[in-house]
């Protein structure tokens, strides 16, 4: 009894959850089409968007690097001890990605200071040693804190709503946080680290926003509703539904109408906004990817080519649909937007 009353419950609830916007401009496309096609609307089947492979599958694991205690009493004089007293904390050792990679990050900056600055030719060694293994550590550690965060995988979950009409340029915050990632290694290289303020203000940005993952249930969205719609527009194509002997019929004009007022009004527009969006997200993650080394970049492939693979079959469904509107207005001899 416990079990189908829960059963119930979740069914109950997921029926009081509101359709997104877009869905429902999407579903009153269709209605409408149905309407003056006189053709019924196909079957839509759910299809899941991609996801990115699991963490156990991303994250690299990385020896801690230590050092003896008169060594690490010795970099006082740098300030390096400082950082490596905070690394090496109970605190430090619970870290997250990437409060791992700001740490590292100081490491590597204090540790260059006191390459330069200290007189005691055994602790020069030592911090230049140390050095040489945390750049070893450096590709896997940016990794982890980047193309396999925790963050990341939020900015990618599928678990959000597409993204609403009339405010898909919206989370530019999100798009800005993407971008900061992709130069940290460069602002590594030119001794400007960011502060932990600013670079958890950006993870917080790619976490909360979830714009990948609204832009991939936008694209795939879009991409059912279109196809549905391209397959309507082809079965009045083959009936002749507008045009039986060649000769328009009146419902010509409120099909028109359907395509003007809410295609062209309505549905492009958003269509179009998402493909931009896409355009944007796909070509700063790209930058991002690039920046990973080559030995781990394999891992995060297929995810990003099942996006890219979503991205293209959205755009070839808008560019279908855009045709098979051209082609039945074609077949009655009539322009799809008459001329003033």
């Not at 000769?247 to 007022?261: D, I, T």
């Not at 931009?276 to 920046?291: G, I, K, P, S, W």
Request: charged share 25%.
């Amino acid at each position: 009894m416990r079990v189908i009353t829960c059963l119930l419950t979740t069914a109950l609830l997921s029926a009081c959850q509101p359709t997104p916007p877009a869905e429902a401009m999407l579903d009153d496309y269709l209605t409408r089409l149905s309407r003056v096609l006189s053709v019924d609307i196909p079957a839509i089947a759910a299809e899941p968007a991609p996801r990115m492979p699991p963490p156990r599958e991303l994250q690299v694991e990385l020896e801690p690097l230590s050092i003896n205690l008169l060594d690490f009493w010795g970099f006082r004089q740098c300030g390096l001890a400082e950082v490596l007293g905070e690394r090496n904390s109970i605190l430090g050792r619970v870290m997250v990605p990437s409060q791992h990679l700001h740490m590292d990050g100081r490491i590597l900056q204090r540790l260059r200071h006191c390459i330069r600055t200290l007189d005691d030719a055994e602790l020069v060694a030592l911090a230049e040693d140390l050095e040489r293994r945390k750049q070893q550590q450096w590709p896997a550690r940016y990794w982890n804190a980047s193309a396999a965060a925790p963050e990341l995988r939020a900015f990618w979950s599928p678990s959000t709503t597409p993204l609403e009409p009339g405010r898909e340029a919206t989370f530019q915050e999100a798009l800005t946080a993407l971008a900061f990632l992709s130069r940290l290694p460069e602002r590594l290289e030119q001794q400007q680290w960011p502060e932990r303020p600013e670079l958890e203000s950006q993870y917080k940005a790619l976490e909360q926003y979830a714009l990948g993952g609204k832009l991939l249930q936008s694209l795939v969205l879009g991409e059912r509703y279109t196809q549905a719609a391209n397959r309507m527009l082809e079965r009045a194509h083959q009936q002749k539904t507008l045009c039986p002997a060649g000769l328009p019929k009146r419902e010509l004009e409120y099909a028109r109408n359907v395509m003007v007022k809410v295609f062209v009004g309505e549905v492009q527009p958003w269509l179009a906004a998402v493909n931009r969006r896409a355009n944007n997200v796909m070509t700063h993650y790209e930058a991002l990817l690039d920046q990973q080394s080559a030995e781990l970049r394999p891992a995060i492939q297929p995810f990003f080519d099942q996006v890219t693979t979503q991205h293209l079959a959205f755009q070839n469904s808008l560019r279908d649909h855009v045709a098979h509107w051209q082609t039945l207005f074609d077949e009655c001899d009539s322009k799809a937007i008459p001329s003033r």
